[in-house]
């Protein structure tokens, strides 16, 4: 395991990265502000979990694996670059009007609440595991932080990994909950979800631009 000041310090680390701009945190900002804090929560936990895969793939050695196969890159960006184009037609033909905002999980009951929940986290680990510029990020970051003389590299990415998760549900989720506050507020005007919906609908394909011209 890495010693108690190495985790402090990648914790660190992993808080800035968390709070610099990235299509991950701007995807949970949008996707907050247009469905509530509740739904903001289920894509930050998605997300959490893409990192999971990521952080499995590093300490398995497949990710070195994937960084060398362009194909694989290409394929893996283009799907993510397809589902962000398909969530930004959604935005696009989302209706406006009172009682026209998406529900949360949280304002449905039974098995409704749980399918809109489970659907939110499904977008948050589509989201982060079609991106492999981040599997290809920890596959240069986190070994950094590993030492061979305290044991297994393995072991030590993967807590790595979980520390990283951590930080970024800390942050993400502070996100998630003044965004899905603020676009409370603006889902009581129609006007103000017409430009909601299209500025989610251009965040989305800017960023489905971005991942798609993405190089190794």
């Given at each position: 395991?890495?010693?108690?000041?190495?985790?402090?310090?990648?914790?660190?680390?992993?808080?800035?990265?968390?709070?610099?701009?990235?299509?991950?945190?701007?995807?949970?900002?949008?996707?907050?502000?247009?469905?509530?804090?509740?739904?903001?929560?289920?894509?930050?936990?998605?997300?959490?979990?893409?990192?999971?895969?990521?952080?499995?793939?590093?300490?398995?050695?497949?990710?070195?694996?994937?960084?060398?196969?362009?194909?694989?890159?290409?394929?893996?960006?283009?799907?993510?670059?397809?589902?962000?184009?398909?969530?930004?037609?959604?935005?696009?033909?989302?209706?406006?009007g009172p009682g026209s905002a998406?529900?949360?999980?949280?304002?449905?009951?039974?098995?409704?609440?749980?399918?809109?929940?489970?659907?939110?986290?499904?977008?948050?680990?589509?989201?982060?595991?079609?991106?492999?510029?981040?599997?290809?990020?920890?596959?240069?970051?986190?070994?950094?932080?590993?030492?061979?003389a305290r044991g297994p590299l393995a072991q030590q990415i993967l807590?790595?990994?979980?520390?990283?998760?951590?930080?970024?549900?800390?942050?993400?989720?502070?996100?998630?909950?003044?965004?899905?506050?603020?676009?409370?507020?603006?889902?009581?005007?129609?006007?103000?979800?017409?430009?909601?919906?299209?500025?989610?609908?251009?965040?989305?394909?800017?960023?489905?631009?971005?991942?798609?011209?993405?190089?190794?």
């Amino acid at each position: 395991m890495p010693s108690l000041q190495t985790l402090l310090a990648f914790f660190g680390v992993a808080v800035l990265l968390a709070l610099s701009p990235g299509p991950d945190n701007v995807f949970v900002l949008v996707q907050s502000a247009q469905r509530g804090w509740r739904a903001g929560m289920c894509v930050v936990l998605g997300l959490c979990l893409g990192l999971v895969g990521h952080t499995a793939a590093v300490a398995l050695g497949l990710a070195a694996v994937f960084a060398a196969s362009s194909t694989a890159f290409t394929v893996l960006k283009l799907c993510g670059a397809a589902y962000l184009a398909w969530l930004a037609w959604g935005a696009l033909r989302a209706p406006v009007g009172p009682g026209s905002a998406p529900p949360a999980p949280g304002q449905q009951a039974g098995p409704r609440r749980a399918a809109a929940g489970l659907r939110m986290v499904g977008r948050g680990v589509v989201m982060n595991l079609t991106n492999p510029k981040v599997l290809i990020f920890f596959l240069a970051f986190l070994p950094q932080f590993a030492d061979p003389a305290r044991g297994p590299l393995a072991q030590q990415i993967l807590a790595l990994g979980l520390v990283f998760m951590l930080a970024t549900f800390l942050v993400f989720g502070a996100i998630a909950c003044f965004s899905g506050a603020f676009g409370a507020l603006l889902q009581r005007s129609a006007r103000a979800q017409r430009v909601l919906n299209r500025t989610a609908a251009v965040v989305f394909i800017g960023l489905a631009v971005r991942l798609a011209l993405a190089q190794r």
